[in-house]
């Protein structure tokens, strides 16, 4: 991808019911970008149940195997970045599939769910 190209970068967390509060305080702290240069904006969004409160909502955000989704909170992270190159720098290399799940995330027959 081209340096001049804006990236947007879009992380599902699965966070086991009960440790919220864990996860929100981790990603401030501990998950925090440390160097900001080419970050244009990060939000977190804690993902709520698709209803008729939410009928605005398109797509589901669940876990695989919907037998498991009451033992887990859903948050979606975007980050803005000016580059691909300046996420991967800054946090993508961190993202790997082999790392272990942190204490807050759930866990079970579906991954990290």
Request: glycine share 6%; charged share 30%; with cysteine.
């Amino acid at each position: 991808m081209p340096d001049d190209t804006m990236s947007i970068v879009a992380i599902h967390w699965k966070v086991k019911k009960g440790m919220e509060g864990d996860f929100e305080k981790k990603w401030k702290t501990v998950f925090k970008v440390k160097n900001r240069e080419g970050l244009i904006g990060e939000f977190l969004s804690k993902v709520e149940r698709r209803d008729a409160s939410y009928p605005y909502i398109t797509w589901p955000i669940a876990c695989e195997n919907l037998a498991h989704e009451e033992q887990c909170t859903h948050y979606i992270n975007v980050g803005l970045w000016t580059s691909h190159e300046r996420f991967v720098q800054e946090v993508g290399q961190f993202m790997k599939d082999e790392r272990p799940p942190e204490n807050f995330e759930s866990a079970g027959p579906c991954p990290r769910c």
